[in-house]
Nanobody
Framework: QVQLVESGGGLVQAGGSLLLSCAAS????????MNWYRQAPGKQREVVAS???????NYVDSVKGRFTISRDNAKNTVYLQMNSLKPEDTAVYYC?????????WGQGTQVTVSS
């Protein structure tokens, strides 16, 4: 049973930082592409950042240079360091991975950036 549990969300002022964590069950993090998605009210869910099993990373243009995805294989945890936060980053952030064509999601963590 794959489980993903996010934490670290909260309320922060514009320009501030937050560190999101995604704790995964089993040895998922080291073997699979791990993604962070977000969904703002009234908008579609979008992928924010991804990291492959080889450590290659990819970001949506709107967060490049501000967000960093990383992982700790020993802790089976993926992180999203978010700096220089903007009000438009406000959303529920979800951890995701796809295994054998099935998508697994965490419960999400709310990030609110005030102006």
């Amino acid at each position: 049973q794959v489980q993903l549990v996010e934490s670290g969300g909260g309320l922060v002022q514009a320009g501030g930082s937050l560190l999101l964590s995604c704790a995964a069950s089993g040895r998922i993090v080291s073997r699979n592409v791990m993604n962070w998605y977000r969904q703002a009210p009234g908008k579609q869910r979008e992928v924010v950042a991804s990291i492959t099993s080889l450590g290659n990373t990819n970001y949506v243009d709107s967060v490049k240079g501000r967000f960093t995805i990383s992982r700790d294989n020993a802790k089976n945890t993926v992180y999203l360091q978010m700096n220089s936060l903007k009000p438009e980053d406000t959303a529920v952030y979800y951890c995701n991975t796809r295994i054998e064509r099935y998508d697994y999601w965490g419960q999400g963590t709310q990030v609110t950036v005030s102006s």
